[in-house]
């Protein structure tokens, strides 16, 4: 008979599994429930089983609501062609990734991405490191990304952009910039250069560097890969 201490050492393992791998597992699942069976009245089978059965019914009400959101999308832009199917490789982690993500602006993207990578009016190439961003991206990172990426991409790749102001407002770094001007913008606050380094780490920007090799969040740069990210992302718009 497994004690207290086993039952929770267990959860303790599971919820390291879970951050692991995105959703988790099923066994996660029972660990979590049995370790929740030892604080709250009932068996650890009724405790169990509606912990499996609510995740079981978030994960189901999440595909429904992407499914939704897709073919509203696809009604909105005008498109009437028959959707692309995607290769099993893409398609199960899209869907997977989709259906824990409880933010429903997030959501949209999930279904933004979905459309665009099975239209055939507005095909994106559907890469694996698309669904690998998305399903790590937090609302914070995702509103910085949409203002970074309001800019023209060619205006500011190499001059950059003033990371103060962000999530804000996106401000154009100007040609010789004095640097009593970056003084004048500041730096971040703490929750937004978390979401720099994250977005850095990513791939979708990239931050600046002190002389010595360290991070400067004084200004950030948009990058090709982080671009191709926000577009494949987008809702897409009814052609002319």
Avoid at 119 to 143: C, F, M, R
Avoid at 183 to 199: Q, R
Avoid at 211 to 228: D, I, Q
Wanted: charged residues 25%; proline residues 5%.
């Amino acid at each position: 008979m497994a004690t207290e201490l086993d039952v929770a050492a267990e959860a303790a393992k599971a919820v390291q599994e879970v951050a692991k791998a995105a959703g988790g597992t099923v066994e996660a699942g029972r660990a979590v429930g049995r370790y929740l069976g030892t604080m709250l009245a009932g068996s650890v089978e009724q405790i169990v089983g509606i912990w499996e059965d609510k995740l079981k019914y978030r994960r189901w009400e999440s595909q429904v609501k992407l499914l939704q959101k897709a073919e509203q999308m696809r009604v909105d832009a005008g498109m009437h062609g028959k959707p692309i199917p995607l290769p099993l490789k893409l398609a199960v982690p899209l869907l997977e990734g989709a259906s824990i993500e409880d933010d429903d602006s997030l959501l949209d993207r999930w279904a933004a991405l979905l459309v665009n990578s099975t239209s055939s009016e507005n095909k994106v190439d559907l890469q694996t490191v698309y669904i690998d961003i998305l399903s790590g991206l937090s609302p914070l990172e995702a509103k910085i990304l949409d203002a970074v990426y309001s800019l023209p991409f060619e205006a500011t790749q190499h001059g950059g952009i003033f990371a103060g102001p962000l999530p804000g407002r996106a401000i154009a770094i100007p040609e010789k910039t004095e640097s009593s001007t970056y003084d004048e913008m500041g730096d971040p606050d703490t929750p937004v250069k978390i979401a720099l380094s994250s977005l850095s780490r990513s791939g979708c920007l990239r931050l600046g560097m002190t002389w010595r090799g360290g991070e400067s969040f004084s200004r950030v740069n948009p990058t090709v890969l982080g671009r191709a990210f926000v577009e494949a992302c987008r809702s897409p718009t009814r052609a002319n």
